[in-house]
């Protein structure tokens, strides 16, 4: 029984160690870009029509219109583009990504 339990613990952390990023992970840490910089991320709403391609080498394509708040004070409607390349470590940290673009276009 002892052997049987060590066996699966030992499992359960190697698999958790070798964590690798997929979709919904680089979704996250594009969408921490884009809140970042808004000039008011708190009234920010994602129409969740979001794309997310795999380029290889852990590098990721994020798309999604945002409506987002000018300096004005308006309210406009934003195409988004961020790239994502995850740098090691917990994919679901934020901190393991480096944004390598961000492009905003008016709709």
């Keep these: ?3 049987t339990f060590l066996l699966f613990s030992l499992l359960a952390l190697f ?20 809140i970042q910089n808004l000039k008011s991320p708190a009234d920010a ?10 380029l290889g080498d ?7 219109t945002v409506n987002a708040t000018n300096s004005f004070g308006g309210s406009i ?16 940290e934020v901190t393991s990504w480096s944004v390598l673009n961000i492009q905003f276009m008016e709709r």
């Design 45 to 54: 709403k994602f129409h969740q029509n979001d794309v997310v391609k795999e």
């Design 1 to 3: 029984m002892k052997k």
């Design 58 to 64: 852990n590098t990721y394509e994020y798309k999604e």
């Design 77 to 92: 409607k934003q195409d988004v583009t961020v790239k994502v390349k995850w740098l090691g470590g917990d994919p679901s």
């Design 15 to 34: 698999s958790c160690g070798s964590s690798t990023p997929d979709e919904s992970n680089a979704k996250e840490a594009a969408r921490a870009a884009v």
